[in-house]
């Protein structure tokens, strides 16, 4: 089982930044594919971010690329992704997740199918 804890989340204007967390138990870590998606209102999760087991593949949503960072840090069993120049559009639950089945090292998953395990979710609000 793996449990992950989503933190940074929060209200920031247009134009502004803000680096969310992912903090995942267990000792297995490095061996997880990470990602981070999103859902606002009365939509469908959507994929956002992900990072490979070998933290050197990546993969962006297109309305994200240029503007977001996602980066790992194993010994600290912790994701992270780095929110700049957000827009209104950016207002969502953002939600991490771990691929911990079957992934390939520098495979860099981004279907919601491919992830196992889901954090609570953390608010990102963006005013114009």
């Known amino acids: 089982q793996v449990q992950l804890v989503e933190s940074g989340g929060g209200l920031v204007q247009a134009g502004g930044s803000l680096r969310l967390s992912c903090a995942a138990s267990?000792?297995?870590?490095?061996?997880?594919?990470m990602g981070w998606f999103r859902q606002a209102p009365g939509k469908e999760r959507e994929f956002v971010v992900t990072?490979?087991?070998?933290?050197?593949?990546?993969y962006y949503a297109d309305s994200v690329k240029a503007r977001f960072t996602i980066s790992r840090d194993n010994a600290k069993n912790t994701v992270y992704l780095q929110m700049n120049s957000l827009k209104p559009e950016d207002t969502a639950v953002y939600y991490c997740a771990a691929a911990v089945i079957g992934i390939a090292y520098t495979y860099a998953p981004h279907y919601i199918n491919e992830y196992n395990y889901w954090g609570q979710g953390t608010q990102v609000t963006v005013s114009s």
């Open positions: 267990g000792r297995s870590f490095s061996s997880y594919a």
């Open positions: 990072i490979a087991r070998s933290g050197s593949s990546t």
